[in-house]
């Protein structure tokens, strides 16, 4: 159960609240998905996306408990052209966290010539691997000269990643960027913690109101 009376399960409830993308509904999904595990972290990111004339969002929530990492994904759709009649398409994922293979955090600083200590990471992508599922990304492959039109085939990487997510100062606010890398930071000490030292605890962060989360990334 999300319990309300713990200090993690406040802020999950208030995550949810801010979001604002049927927050009673994911609270629900998750609590079944916990299975009564208390959770110790959380992340949720929310995103919006424009197909021509039509709004989709969607939301993804990352728990963390001491033994898993519960992932539900929840979609709307339009059913009629008004938007009176919708539907919510709702999965859930439970990984162990001895299966959770890499954590990869991807940092974007802007004007790095001028780089303080005290600057601010204005984007994070987070990448969660457990599966060892891998996405290969393509494209056509060239040479040194620049008159030359034969085909040399394709060039690409190969990038072990079951999850990964967006976010940026821009489009969530940069208390979301904060959330992403403190939720990372959990992940990696529970993920490649010693089974025989105690289990992690989550840290003590001070209370403050965090504002409404911008709407995700848009796309045409």
């Given amino acids: 159960m999300i319990s309300r009376a713990s200090a993690t399960g406040r ?7 801010r979001a604002g993308f049927y927050p009673r509904l994911v609270a629900d999904v998750l609590e079944d998905a916990l299975d009564g595990r208390e959770p110790l972290a ?12 039509e709004v989709h969002r969607h939301v993804t929530a990352l728990v963390l408990t001491t033994d898993a990492l519960v992932i539900a994904h929840v979609d709307d759709q339009q059913l009629d052209e008004i938007g009176e009649d919708m539907m919510a398409q709702v999965s859930t994922e439970t990984v162990p966290v001895a ?14 010539q001028n780089y303080r200590s005290t600057d601010k ?8 691997a457990w599966s060892g599922g891998q996405r290969m ?19 690409g ?3 072990q990643e079951d999850l990964v ?7 969530d606010g940069m208390q979301a960027v904060d959330d992403a890398r ?3 930071r959990a992940l990696r000490k529970l993920s490649t913690g010693n089974p025989a030292e105690p289990r992690w605890q989550p840290e003590t962060r001070p209370a403050r109101v965090a504002p409404r989360f911008i709407r995700g990334h848009h796309q045409g």
Avoid: K, N
């Fill in 11 to 17: 802020d999950l409830h208030s995550a949810l609240d």
């Fill in 42 to 53: 959380h992340l949720i990111h929310l995103e919006t996306h424009f197909d021509r004339t």
């Fill in 99 to 112: 299966r959770i293979g890499s954590v990869v955090l991807s940092y974007m600083y802007h004007q790095p």
């Fill in 121 to 128: 990471v204005r984007e994070v992508s987070l990448g969660i």
């Fill in 137 to 155: 990304d393509l494209a056509p492959a060239g040479c040194a000269d620049p008159q030359c039109d034969s085909d040399h085939g394709y060039t």
């Fill in 157 to 159: 990487t190969l990038q």
């Fill in 165 to 171: 997510l967006r976010i940026s100062a821009e489009a």
């Fill in 182 to 184: 403190h939720f990372a």
